[in-house]
Structure formats: C-alpha cells, structure tokens
C-alpha cells in the first residue's frame, strides 16, 4: 500500500508540475495532461524497473527522497527547461539531406552578432517554445516492469519537445534529491543479498546499465569538463 501522505506535488506559475509519488504512477494519464490543440507533439519518456543492473540480478528496489529539497529542486529544473536555447539541428545517418522538421527553422549556430556601432556582441535570446512540462518520480517500492519515472513535454514541434524530456531527464537524474536502494542476489550465497544506495544510473561498478562502463553514461548531456 502507498503511504507517506501518498503524493507530494509542486507546480510553476508556466503551469508545469512535477509529482512525487508512493502511490503508482500513470504515464498515459501524464501525457494526457499534456496535450493541448496547439502542440504538435507530445514527446513521453517512460522508466521502468528492470530484474538485472551491470550484470547482477536485481531482487528489490525501493526510491528514497527528502521530498522538500526534491521538489525545490524539480520546481527549479522546470523553470530552467523552459530557458533553454533551441537545439541544433539534427543530422540523422542516411538523412543528411533534410529539410528542417516541423517547417521550423533551426537556429543559427554562428558566433554572436556584433553591433556595427558599439563592437558589442549581442547573444541570441531565443528559448525553446515548450507548453506543458510534467515529471513524475516514483517513492517507495519498485518492483520489475514498474514505472518509476515518467517526464512527458508538448510543444509545437517535434525536436523540442524531444531535446526539452532528454534534458529534464537528465537533469532528474543528476540534480534530484532522489535515491535508489537496490537489491541484489549475492553471487556467492544463495541466502543473502548485497544492496547498493545511489542515484538512478549508478550502480556498484560506477554508472551506466552494463557492468564495468563506468566512465560513459549519457552521451547527449556529458558532464561538464572540470579544469585541471
């Protein structure tokens, strides 16, 4: 049974939200949240919990949260989202050759005006155009094919909307005051489990899903780099 008054949620005055959760979630109704006549696209992303991390079998996981600072801290991340710049174009495999998706144009990715008068440069201004955001981070117990996470953004176009959930995704994962507990089968007795505490994406052998990747995770928003 949920408990812990159940769900926690927040909202920005743009009328995104984020939700966290005891009580299970409903990707489906949070996209549906979503949709509006003006969007052409309403791009969900979806977590599920799997029985096998880096190559040991998973028998329980549990989400832990300090659910004031998290939900600061996602109030945070939907405001930041709706700044980003609009992302760069796309070039797929095979399809180089294409026209911009939506009939909306990609932006420059020159360097900044300079003003022929002043010498100073000016930066573009421009933000992606999103409607609605909406997270959702499951608390409790997550057994396998349960989801713990579900992000779903509408926007008039396409690549935003996808580049806005990837972002959010990341940063989730990255800045929220959320942590798994995980459980798993002892490799050397059957009748004991060893347990891992971490941020979603880590595990024992460092991050990522496979065993022993520990220094590629996500390739899309790599870490910054830290000067020496």
Request: charged fraction near 25%; proline fraction near 9%; glycine fraction near 6%.
């Given at each position: 049974?949920?408990?812990e008054q159940d769900?926690?949620a927040?909202?920005?005055?743009d009328?995104?939200?984020?939700?966290?959760?005891y009580?299970?979630?409903?990707p489906?109704?949070?996209?549906a949240s979503?949709?509006?006549?003006?969007?052409?696209?309403?791009v969900s992303?979806v977590g599920?919990?799997?029985d096998e991390?880096?190559g040991?079998?998973?028998?329980?996981?549990?989400?832990?949260?300090?659910v004031?600072?998290a939900l600061r801290?996602?109030?945070?991340?939907?405001?930041?989202?709706?700044?980003?710049?609009?992302p760069?174009?796309t070039?797929?495999?095979?399809?180089?050759?294409?026209?911009?998706?939506?009939?909306?144009a990609?932006?420059?990715?020159?360097?900044?005006h300079?003003?022929?008068?002043?010498?100073?440069?000016?930066?573009s201004t421009?933000?992606?155009?999103?409607s609605?955001?909406?997270?959702?981070?499951?608390?409790g117990?997550?057994?396998p094919?349960?989801?713990?996470?579900c992000?779903?953004v509408a926007?008039p176009?396409r690549?935003?909307?996808f580049y806005?959930?990837?972002?959010?995704?990341e940063?989730?994962?990255?800045k929220?005051q959320v942590?798994?507990?995980?459980w798993?089968a002892?490799?050397?007795?059957?009748?004991?489990?060893?347990?891992?505490v971490g941020?979603?994406g880590?595990?024992?052998?460092?991050?990522g899903?496979?065993?022993?990747q520990d220094?590629k995770?996500?390739?899309?928003?790599?870490?910054?780099?830290?000067?020496?």
């Amino acid at each position: 049974m949920a408990a812990e008054q159940d769900v926690h949620a927040i909202e920005t005055e743009d009328g995104d939200s984020a939700v966290l959760s005891y009580a299970s979630l409903d990707p489906a109704a949070i996209e549906a949240s979503c949709r509006s006549t003006k969007d052409g696209a309403v791009v969900s992303f979806v977590g599920y919990t799997r029985d096998e991390f880096q190559g040991r079998t998973v028998t329980r996981l549990t989400y832990e949260s300090y659910v004031p600072l998290a939900l600061r801290t996602l109030q945070q991340i939907l405001v930041e989202a709706r700044a980003l710049p609009p992302p760069p174009p796309t070039v797929f495999p095979g399809l180089e050759d294409q026209r911009p998706c939506c009939g909306h144009a990609a932006p420059s990715q020159g360097p900044p005006h300079q003003h022929e008068h002043t010498g100073v440069q000016e930066k573009s201004t421009a933000v992606v155009e999103v409607s609605r955001i909406r997270i959702a981070h499951l608390l409790g117990e997550s057994p396998p094919l349960t989801p713990s996470i579900c992000i779903s953004v509408a926007s008039p176009h396409r690549r935003e909307a996808f580049y806005v959930c990837e972002w959010v995704l990341e940063a989730v994962k990255r800045k929220a005051q959320v942590w798994k507990r995980e459980w798993y089968a002892s490799e050397t007795t059957k009748d004991k489990e060893e347990s891992f505490v971490g941020r979603d994406g880590e595990g024992p052998d460092g991050r990522g899903g496979r065993a022993h990747q520990d220094s590629k995770w996500k390739e899309n928003f790599p870490p910054p780099a830290t000067s020496a």
